[in-house]
């Protein structure tokens, strides 16, 4: 889970802004973290964690992964 480590090394190597963190905490029915990142004029919002680190960490993932569905969509045309 070096999610938020790639999509810095993505921001860089691109020369795009690098990404905002926001961390929610859920209290009901259990402490629950939800994460969005701003990436590249984007949101982008990740699976809920237990802790508020993993839950940055999802929501670089889903950053990723949207990226990269975007970039394979691009090959295929």
Known sequence: MFCKSI????A???????ASYSVFRIE??????????????NTYTGESAS???????????AAIKSILGVLCSLCHD
């Open 7 to 10: 999509l810095y090394e993505f």
């Open 28 to 41: 009901k029915p259990f402490t629950m973290f939800v994460a969005s990142v701003v990436f590249n004029g």
């Open 51 to 61: 802790n508020k680190k993993d839950a940055e960490q999802n929501a670089a993932r």
């Open 12 to 18: 860089v190597k691109t020369k795009t802004t690098w």
